[in-house]
């Protein structure tokens, strides 16, 4: 059985970005995005080599105004049983986190624009964040946190929001940060969710000063996640 790479889009808006050009370009594994808020059902998770749940503007708590919240719920608890390799990226990690038993509430602070993160010493001897500095800038949206849930590895934190990422099990990673983004999805943000009290030309003239540097600290976890989906096909036979 051919298994694919799905990707889980919970809004338009907040596609896969530079992450899907980047598994498109390394041409191993055939990608299946799957526009959730739309078509409401997933592929038998038996087709699965790899799930990736990307982020969007709801919650994970509000689950009676976006049912489909709940058929993706089940869907990761049914990837982490067969310990099918997860990435969750913003609302993803909360759903994530959400599954493995975990609290997802509003932040102290919400983060919007660029910030510094730390790798903590899980996080920099974690496969996923392999050859990446200890320190490193990434683009945020987010006002919500989740907790780090019992028997998983805190990987990243910052300043103003302590739990920026996660491993449980042997590879369901959720990152709180955004690294799939482009300028235009950036813009197209500002423009449909009207954020007050930021402003919004500084954070664009800072994304195009460090989409670059995004772009290669991206690379290098796209990698290294792509290598972990290869070693357990590989040791699975799959």
Known sequence: MERNILIIKHIDIEGPGTLEYFLRSQNFFKLEIVELYREKTLPPIETCAAVIS????????????YPFLKTEENFLKA??????PI???????QLLAKVCGS???KAKHKEIGWYKISLTDYGKNDQLFSGL??????FQWHEDTFEIPKNALHLAKSKNCSNQAFRYGKNSYGIQFHIEVTSEMIENWFLEYKEKNLDSKKILSQTQKLKDELQKEANLIYSNFLNII????SKNGI
Do not use: F, Q
């Open 230 to 233: 290869k070693n357990r096909v």
């Open 133 to 138: 500095a200890d320190k490193i800038i990434v």
């Open 79 to 84: 990837a982490i049983e067969k310990e099918i």
């Open 54 to 65: 990307l982020g969007g503007p709801m919650n994970v708590y509000e689950t009676d105004k």
């Open 103 to 105: 609290s997802v509430k």
């Open 87 to 93: 990435l969750g990226i913003c609302l993803g990690a």
